[in-house]
């Protein structure tokens, strides 16, 4: 009876510590189809420009064939970019529902885009860049061959009675965590 005694005090332990470990990666914040009402009317204004990001080793690399996303900057979206800032991507509870109020465009070929019928709010502008480097350092190849690098190019912005051009590149660049 005694070792029975002894030993729930240390399942106890051993099952809130493994509560202890790091929090999840999600969105805390609600997703409410009535915060996103705002930005479901059209609107006059067109957002266009270019999304690239520079390798140290001068390439450039676009969005190119990646879709640009504008979503509502609604508390649930300015989550999710502040959740981005980590470099993980999605949260893996992020709600597919929000990307209905998103306007989309396709980067081209030279990273540009355009996207129409835009109303005076705020907004968050994302893309993706990715591109593989050839694994090899010096004359020396490493393990693996090439590796997969890229990330989130993104920025807030306001349309504010006029249409927008932005450029997004490595200021806005935010690198998925290996």
């Excluded at 996207?115 to 090899?136: A, F, K």
């Excluded at 997969?148 to 920025?155: P, S």
Aim: glycine content about 10%; proline content about 6%.
């Amino acid at each position: 009876m005694t070792s029975v005694v002894r030993v729930v005090p240390f399942l106890a332990l051993l099952v809130a510590g493994g509560c202890a470990s790091e929090p999840a990666y999600q969105i805390l914040t609600p997703f409410l189809d009535n915060d996103f009402q705002t930005w479901k009317k059209p609107g006059p204004y067109t957002v266009s420009g270019q999304a690239f990001y520079k390798v140290a080793d001068g390439r450039v690399i676009t969005c190119a064939g990646e879709t640009v996303s504008l979503m509502p900057l609604t508390g649930y979206n300015m989550e999710l970019s502040k959740l981005l800032e980590s470099g993980k991507g999605y949260p893996p509870n992020y709600e597919r529902r929000a990307h209905k109020y998103d306007h989309k465009a396709l980067c081209d070929g030279d990273g540009r885009f355009s996207i129409s019928g835009i109303p005076s709010l705020n907004w968050l502008l994302i893309t993706r860049v990715s591109w593989q480097e050839d694994g090899t350092l010096s004359a020396v190849p490493l393990v693996g061959g090439p590796s997969n690098k890229g990330g989130w190019l993104y920025q807030e912005i306001s349309i504010d009675g006029a249409d927008m051009k932005v450029t997004l590149s490595n200021q806005d660049f935010v690198a998925d965590k290996e």
